[in-house]
């Protein structure tokens, strides 16, 4: 058998058997080679994009081969570098607007260096996510990168003890590789946001505990109202689901065990939308009577009735750069893990609807 003849694709060219089903068969590199006039290693060199094919040569084998049909055969390149080029993902659901971003964000920086991605949703169940995480390791992909990391759960360690190669992103976890946004320094953001507008009297809708993302921003704005000297009490700081309904109902019981709160802290935008909803339903005006911030700074922030402040966290960058890192640590590189910067949007949830805050 001729070197990298085996390299079967999945377009089909004739091949006059006599048996009308079976007129076809899988494009192969000896195809490409006998079209192109080169031998079938040059061909297997150029599509590769390898060393040892001068320019012109490659580009006339790739031109061949597209006019084939030619794909490449995952299996067989696995077979020679014992890699899959594929890694995994594993998001709560792909429907919430800032994973798909962060998604895109792996997709591109993938890509980028040759890999695909395969995602799967795991609904932020702790038992979901394992079978998500052992069907991408059954089908064999280099890596894993866990949107999705969890405090109360075990998972993500024993991964590493495996030695599966793993980044985490968005969400992260004491001694393991990740790429997030820098939430401690949004939470502060926002506090320092709104105690420079004077308020003092704030709640908290802090999301759910066993996710990173909902306790560092919780203790970012915590810390930076204390080192102001206003503190904000236990009963203010209220755990919620990550949605809309969550948000409305925290801040529905925030705002009736404190009726003189002027502020609400959502450690996300859909919760901050859900606590829009509550202020509105009391009768009371969002950036007038209470100021909202939220979290992440999604399109629909700045289009709401009334424009949301929210920390514009860089969720696109976060996942590439989490495809990057897991492509250098299956390279065998030394990786650290990273904290991309927040920044605050300031409008009308907080600046009153007096500002022109988009």
């Known amino acids: 058998m001729t070197d990298g003849s085996a390299d079967f694709g999945a377009a089909q060219v004739p091949q006059p058997t ?95 260096a040759g890999y695909q991605t395969v995602v799967a949703n795991s609904g932020d169940d702790r038992d979901v996510q394992r079978l998500r995480v052992d069907t991408l390791l059954g089908a064999r992909v280099d890596g894993i990168i ?25 969400r992260r976890l004491p001694g393991i590789l990740s790429v997030t946004c820098d939430d401690l320094a949004g939470g502060g953001l926002a506090a320092e946001h709104l105690l420079g507008l004077g308020h003092r009297r704030m709640g908290v809708i802090a999301g759910e505990p066993y996710a990173s993302t909902g306790v560092d921003r919780t203790q970012g704005f915590l810390e930076a109202c204390s080192g102001a000297g206003v503190e904000v009490p236990p009963e203010a700081v209220l755990h919620s689901r990550f949605d809309v309904r969550g948000g409305r109902e925290a801040a529905d019981t925030l705002l009736r065990l404190d009726p003189q709160l002027t502020a609400l ?80 949007r300031a409008r009308t949830s907080t600046l009153g609807s007096g500002s022109h805050g988009r």
């Not at 150029?46 to 084939?68: M, N, Q, Y």
């Not at 860089?314 to 990786?335: F, K, N, S, W």
Request: with cysteine; hydrophobic share 40%.
């Open 18 to 112: 006599g048996t009308p089903e079976r007129d076809v068969r899988p494009v192969r590199l000896s195809d490409i080679a006998s079209a192109a006039g080169v031998h079938p290693t040059t061909v297997s060199r150029a599509l590769r994009g390898g060393d040892g094919v001068g320019r012109k040569t490659a580009e006339r084998v790739r031109a061949v081969a597209r006019e084939l049909g030619y794909l490449p055969y995952p299996a067989a390149a696995s077979l020679r570098t014992g890699r899959s080029k594929m890694l995994g993902v594993v998001v709560p659901r792909l429907t919430d607007v800032v994973l798909a971003t962060i998604y895109e964000g792996i997709e591109q920086g993938s890509a980028d």
């Open 146 to 170: 866990l949107g999705d990391a969890r405090s109360d759960a075990g998972l993500v360690n024993e991964l590493v003890e495996r030695g599966t190669k793993i980044v985490l992103a968005s």
């Open 265 to 344: 802290f959502a450690v996300n935008d859909f919760a901050a939308m859900g606590a829009m909803g509550a202020i509105r339903d009391k009768g009371l005006r969002v950036g007038d009577d209470v100021a909202v911030v939220g979290y992440n700074d999604i399109p629909a922030a700045a289009e709401l009735p009334v424009a949301l402040t929210s920390i514009s966290s860089p969720m696109r960058q976060m996942g590439y750069h989490a495809a990057r890192t897991l492509i250098a640590l299956i390279d065998g590189q030394q990786c650290e893990s990273m904290r991309l910067t927040p920044e605050l």
